[in-house]
């Protein structure tokens, strides 16, 4: 990791894990964390390479589209992330993988952390098991409940307000081709 990664790594996970008790779960969480930082337009992935599945996502900064991408290149964006945003992509043993690719609607630093490594540490570190259940899983089940709300809600009115209201001061910073998909689609 760079040295601006670093420090982002140690600014979003050192107020989770106990400072004093938790120093090898930490160290840990680090060895199991990938950084990127992705340039405004760029993706994270060449297409259909399942980089993320099985992968805890955390948007550290920046503004993020995730998306689906079948053979022809067709688009299904299903998650926007801000910082604080996560996401956990399914893994390669579960029934539906995820093939999430990440662009950067705004330049963005997001770590991925591989989430089975994750799992076979929680015995030896079980600070980790409380991270991932007290923090990755309700961020990640808001942001999708959140996200299946806006979705379903009739009115296009209804649906940018309450867009506006969980993503503050994003609706503006949206590219049209975006608002259009997570706003005004219903």
């Known amino acids: 990791m760079e040295k601006i990664e670093i420090k982002f790594f140690l600014k979003v996970?050192?107020?989770l894990i106990n400072r004093r008790e938790g120093?090898?779960?930490l160290r840990c969480l680090f060895r199991h964390t990938t950084a990127f930082t992705l340039q405004k337009g760029e993706t994270l992935f060449p297409k259909n390479i399942p980089g993320t599945v099985g992968q805890i996502i955390v948007v550290c900064s920046g503004l993020i589209n995730g998306f689906l991408q079948d053979n022809e290149w067709e688009k299904t964006d299903i998650w926007l992330g801000q910082k604080g945003s996560i996401y956990i992509c399914q893994g390669q043993n579960s029934p539906r993988t995820e093939n999430l690719n990440l662009e950067a609607i705004e330049e963005a630093i997001i770590f991925l952390i591989d989430y089975e490594e994750l799992e076979t540490s929680y015995k030896s570190h079980p600070e980790l098991a409380e991270l991932f259940y007290n923090y990755f899983l309700p961020c990640a089940m808001s942001d999708a409940s959140e996200?299946?709300?806006?979705?379903?809600l009739p009115d296009v009115a209804y649906r940018i307000n309450r867009f506006r209201k969980f993503y503050p001061g994003v609706y503006e910073r949206l590219p049209?081709?975006?608002l259009l998909?997570?706003?005004l689609c219903g």
């Open 13 to 15: 996970f050192l107020p």
């Open 23 to 25: 120093r090898a779960a």
């Open 147 to 152: 996200r299946n709300i806006i979705f379903r």
């Open 176 to 178: 049209k081709d975006l």
């Open 181 to 183: 998909s997570y706003a």
